[in-house]
């Protein structure tokens, strides 16, 4: 067992004895051959494709072995096992279906290897061992820990894609060109070579199609159940019989309210449902009475005290205790050993005799409620009366929180922001209890429509000690009517950059502006533009800092004909990369960093060459693998297409010289 997909795993580099999440060794390595066979079906129905021959069958297993895979989904050894005989099906019918193709337009067949051939093993011990075979580490002994990482990367981009397109599916949205995307970066994943530039730009690439799938969902969503609106939940139980859904499938909660209409059950959302309780065609069924509980990783304590009957959608499951084993459910790909699964045909009568069986809530808790429904329509069909609030002063400041706290004790990120906003600021009707931000009615309303069009600042920036790269906070030097913490803000102009949707980064790095206009977010090669994606970075703790991951300060428009303290242009930061762009033209830029020390650029190439002027301290710069020493006062030119890194022996300062010719 090697498993390093989701952040709870082991040490933070990855689970080898037993999950972190509860998956056995044997899941895991079920799950590897799942995950291999499925690229194997992929080979064939991408060549078939290109031949103009589809199958709808082949094309909704491959996305759903994806999303199988994905951590708190499937810990079920034997339905796994099932899934990997069902792809060895499904990869016959991919090869007839290529094959016929072929003859049909007087073409040879390829002769395919690797998944496409791999014969599946009679037992389950024995597909354990060929699992093997296909791992992690097996990838990593085969192409090194670089591109292996960069390998899974796109995997694993591709699993959360699956995962979209897995519900968009279930409420009867396809796109074909999807399914063709899916295909595509399977079979280049089963290549015998790489390049890391090959890598980074399929990742990029599989970030654009993630931002298609995502629009696809949002459109199943809204065209199945309205967009959602502002709406006021209650958060506080009352008293009767109840069932409490988590996950994140929206049709399976309408099928359940559907089939429990007039039973004397009220239904609570979970986790990541609460926002069906703002869908026009959801909160419709007056016994959807509100959420209980609060995030998917507190399940065990919040279900163990709910007394009524629980539903897993989708996923999000942890190991059930033994107080709600035989009260607790499963439907659609999510499952648990000795949990009763509830099948494609969506009779929830088990779930609803034991709801009736169990005691349900005795009396009603006092009454308290939060809103929610804040999405984009009705954002933006308030845009009007917010701008009108703040010219009239009487909106002061916006806070956008976007993310979710992790399971572990002190990643409570969120909801500790969320506390820490200041009283002034904070809607006095807000309380952080179990949902940590309470959203305000629209007089203080806290999102901003156009966030991207905010005055840039020059900032400070903090890095958490028990968070460190993944999460920062940002403390403004001047006033700024709006404060953003997030997973992701990639943005251009208020739209989603597409060549970004898929690299996670911290917010700081986001909010970039130069003196040209153009949105330093949007360029990330290089330490100054460098056209070339980075190399050598495997995206864990380490010196080699991301040559993306560098905080740009905001350039004051340096007045031309007038001098100034070269050095004096950036700050050193603790535990940070600090970066300000003197001039921005098409033909090069100039700009001016400072490293704290110890602070380091992974190595990267550029096709240009680059002059380095060292303004104060001492760095090494490893050119082509052999490290120099430059000290302040002296330069260094990194020739073209050669790999370059860059580690601070000390705080030093450097003044970075790229000509695009």
């Not at 981009?157 to 396809?174: C, M, P, Q, T």
């Not at 050119?623 to 000290?631: C, D, H, K, N």
Request: aromatic share 8%; net charge positive.
């Amino acid at each position: 067992m090697y498993c390093y997909q989701c952040e709870q795993t082991a040490k933070g580099t990855g689970c080898t004895a037993f999950g972190v999440c509860g998956k056995s060794p044997e899941v895991a390595d079920l799950q590897d051959l799942l995950l291999y066979v499925t690229q194997g079906v992929s080979k064939y129905a991408h060549r078939a494709r290109a031949l103009g021959a589809i199958d709808k069958d082949v094309d909704v297993f491959v996305t759903e072995a994806l999303f199988t895979t994905i951590t708190n989904v499937n810990f079920d050894e034997e339905r796994i096992e099932a899934l990997i005989r069902k792809a060895g099906q499904m990869r016959d019918r991919a090869k007839k279906l290529y094959e016929d193709a072929c003859r049909k337009a007087g073409k040879t067949p390829e002769t395919l290897g690797g998944p496409a051939t791999v014969a599946i093993p009679a037992t389950r011990d024995a597909m354990m061992t060929e699992a093997a075979k296909y791992g992690v580490a097996a990838g990593e002994e085969k192409w090194g820990e670089v591109v292996q990482g960069l390998r899974y990367l796109i995997l694993l981009g591709l699993k959360g894609s699956a995962a979209y397109i897995d519900h968009a599916h279930v409420l009867g949205f396809d796109d074909d060109a999807i399914y063709g995307f899916f295909h595509d970066f399977l079979d280049y994943l089963t290549s015998e070579s790489y390049t890391v530039d090959g890598l980074v730009g399929r990742a990029m690439d599989a970030g654009k199609w993630n931002v298609a799938v995502m629009e696809l969902l949002d459109r199943a969503n809204t065209t199945s159940y309205g967009h959602p609106e502002p709406t006021k939940v209650r958060v506080t139980p009352i008293r009767g019989k109840a069932i409490l859904v988590s996950g994140h499938d929206l049709k399976d909660l309408d099928k359940l309210l559907q089939q429990t209409a007039g039973k004397g059950i009220n239904v609570y959302t979970h986790g990541e449902m609460l926002p069906c309780l703002a869908y026009p065609g959801l909160k419709k069924y007056p016994h959807l009475v509100g959420n209980y509980g609060s995030a998917w990783q507190n399940q065990r304590e919040e279900f163990d005290a709910f007394p009524g009957a629980v539903l897993m959608t989708t996923n999000c499951i942890q190991k059930p205790k033994d107080s709600y084993k035989g009260r607790i459910f499963t439907t659609g790909l999510v499952a648990w050993p000795g949990v009763t699964h509830i099948g494609p045909d969506k009779d929830f009568t088990p779930v609803i005799e034991a709801a009736l069986a169990a005691p349900g809530f005795t009396a009603d808790e006092p009454a308290h409620e939060i809103m929610i429904g804040f999405a984009r329509n009705a954002v933006m069909n308030a845009a009007g009366k917010v701008i009108e609030l703040v010219k009239a002063g009487k909106i002061r400041h916006f806070f956008l929180i976007g993310g979710c706290d992790g399971a572990k004790p002190g990643r409570s990120y969120y909801t500790d922001f969320a506390k820490a906003v200041p009283p002034g600021l904070r809607d006095p009707d807000a309380r952080v209890r179990q949902v940590p931000l309470q959203q305000a009615r629209l007089r203080r309303h806290r999102r901003h429509p156009q966030a991207s069009r905010l005055r840039p600042v020059q900032r400070r920036v903090f890095r958490r000690p028990d968070r460190p790269r993944a999460r920062r906070r940002v403390q403004d030097r001047r006033q700024r009517p709006a404060a953003l913490t997030c997973s992701l803000v990639v943005r251009t102009e208020g739209r989603v950059h597409p060549a970004l949707a898929a690299a996670p980064r911290d917010p700081q790095h986001e909010d970039r502006t130069e003196p040209s206009g153009v949105h330093q977010g949007a360029r990330l090669q290089g330490i100054a533009g460098e056209a070339e994606p980075p190399a050598g970075h495997d995206g864990r703790e380490g010196p080699g800092r991301d040559p993306r991951e560098v905080m740009t300060m905001a350039n004051d428009s340096l007045a031309k004909g007038t001098p100034f303290d070269i050095a004096g242009l950036t700050a050193y930061q603790p535990d940070s990369v600090v970066s300000r762009t003197i001039i921005d033209r098409p033909v090069g830029t100039v700009t001016s960093f400072a490293f704290d020390k110890g602070q380091a650029l992974s190595e990267h190439a550029a096709p240009y060459d680059a002059l380095v002027l060292v303004t104060d301290g001492s760095v090494e710069i490893a050119i082509g693998g052999e490290p120099r020493t430059v000290s302040a006062g002296q330069g260094i030119i990194m020739p073209a297409n050669v790999t370059h890194a860059l580690k601070a022996l000390t705080p030093f300062k450097m003044t970075l010289v790229m000509i695009r010719a």
